[in-house]
């Protein structure tokens, strides 16, 4: 879905020539890659695409698909899948590629427009997409989870969370080791080649990539030992994803010394959201919100603050730098840029975002029923349990940490007649 409606429509609102003066909304060509990028092929008679423009129409293919697949994880176990196909859609095809345009395209805020066509004469930074990916994804997500409620069981009849079962801890922890490598694909990948001065871009955006995610998880972790009196796995793959998300916006305008710092604040950032959105019964399965609506606002945030004059030049060529730097006073122009861009998209996600889970809710496609909820939606919609034994393990071990706590009975583990007695009975 995400492929195709990124391919017919997204790709032209996003990178098709906008309108002239100093606010282009939407691109208006290109679609379903009609439009000419880069040089016409000689060999391809006909074609007004050539390699270099297949190629960069699949690369920002994967960001439209992650700014998508971000609110999956929001609302899993209790949404419908036509749902989750419409939001997708509406996220590829429009809501998404806009801000691409006003970003990266021939938008308003874009920084590679002429000087005095840039947002307050410098354009917005966010090199990789912490507003641009992750803001519009995890506002969405965010948005999805308030309008379908808490799952059944998450919280108690006082507002007290629920321990809720994990499949795999082991799994989670995977996924997260390959998306930070991929990341390494989004950050330094978007330097688009590693020709030239590129290749020192693309250096820079890894190594500072590397120590914001570290820096994050560690500040995680320790935040977790330390308020929640465990260390928890969760804490740590989720803090490393929110330092990653924090330096995508700057991770080519930073330096190093500086990507330390903006790891630890994301890192604080993530633990510090999650525990709030908790306290007010928002239940994010898979900590999207925190992770990608929160540190994306920072990381876009932090690169107005820390860009340098030199990393700058080399990107953007704009004569500006974050706000703790000199630079012709464009300093708090730049950040004042980033702040304005991010508001602006906030609030055209936010919109959006209410208008489509508004529709689905009244139109009775937003949530499934208690029934098969309890029995899982794999049953439902896919015709059969992708985790064997998983709901009898949902159903009887759903815990709150206060009992944990309050308990003076070591915990002993269930007999595994009980276990299939259990099974057997869901």
Not at 209 to 223: E, F
Not at 241 to 247: P, T, Y
Not at 287 to 305: D, N, Q
Not at 316 to 330: H, I, P, V, W
Request: glycine fraction near 12%.
């Amino acid at each position: 879905i995400g492929a195709l409606s990124f391919w017919l429509i997204g790709y032209g609102l996003a990178f098709g020539e906008g309108s002239k003066g100093n606010f282009s909304f939407i691109g208006t060509n290109d679609f379903a890659l009609t439009g000419e990028k880069g040089n016409i092929s000689n060999e391809l008679p006909g074609r007004s695409y050539n390699g270099k423009g297949y190629a960069f129409f699949l690369f920002q293919f994967a960001f439209a698909a992650t700014a998508a697949t971000i609110v999956s994880g929001a609302v899993a176990e209790r949404c419908q899948v036509s749902a989750y196909f419409t939001y997708s859609f509406v996220l590829t095809c429009f809501v998404y590629p806009v801000v691409v345009h006003w970003g990266w395209g021939d938008g308003w805020a874009s920084a590679f427009l002429e000087e005095d066509e840039r947002l307050l004469g410098v354009g917005v930074v966010d090199f990789a997409g912490s507003t641009i990916v992750h803001t519009v994804g995890g506002c969405t997500a965010l948005i999805a989870a308030i309008f379908l409620g808490p799952r059944y069981g998450r919280f108690d009849n006082n507002g007290n969370p629920n321990t809720m079962p994990h499949q795999s801890s082991t799994f989670q922890t995977v996924g997260v080791l390959i998306l930070w490598v991929g990341w390494y694909g989004f950050n330094c990948g978007s330097t688009l080649s590693v020709a030239n001065a590129n290749a020192d871009v693309a250096g820079l955006a890894a190594v500072t990539t590397t120590i914001s995610a570290t820096a994050s998880g560690l500040t995680s972790t320790i935040l977790g030992r330390i308020v929640e009196g465990h260390i928890s796995i969760e804490r740590t793959n989720n803090g490393i994803l929110g330092g990653l998300v924090s330096i995508t916006a700057g991770c080519s305008v930073v330096d190093p010394e500086i990507a330390f710092v903006i790891g630890i604040i994301g890192g604080m950032i993530y633990f510090g959201s999650s525990r709030m959105l908790e306290h007010f019964m928002v239940d994010d399965v898979v900590e999207a919100s925190p992770v990608h609506f929160f540190c994306g606002l920072w990381g876009t945030l932090a690169a107005g603050i820390f860009a340098t004059p030199e990393n700058m030049d080399m990107i953007y060529d704009t004569k500006s730098c974050g706000l703790f730097y000199k630079c012709d006073g464009n300093g708090p122009k730049q950040f004042a840029a980033n702040l304005i861009f991010i508001i602006i998209v906030v609030l055209w996600t936010t919109a959006l975002g209410i208008i489509t889970f508004t529709i689905l809710a009244v139109t009775d496609k937003l949530r499934v029923s208690l029934e098969v909820e309890k029995v899982g939606l794999d049953v439902k919609e896919h015709g059969g349990s992708a985790y064997e034994n998983y709901i009898s393990r949902r159903l009887s071990q759903m815990v709150s940490p206060s009992a944990i706590r309050n308990s003076k009975k070591p915990a002993t583990a269930p007999k595994v007649d009980t276990i299939v007695e259990n099974d057997a009975a869901c």
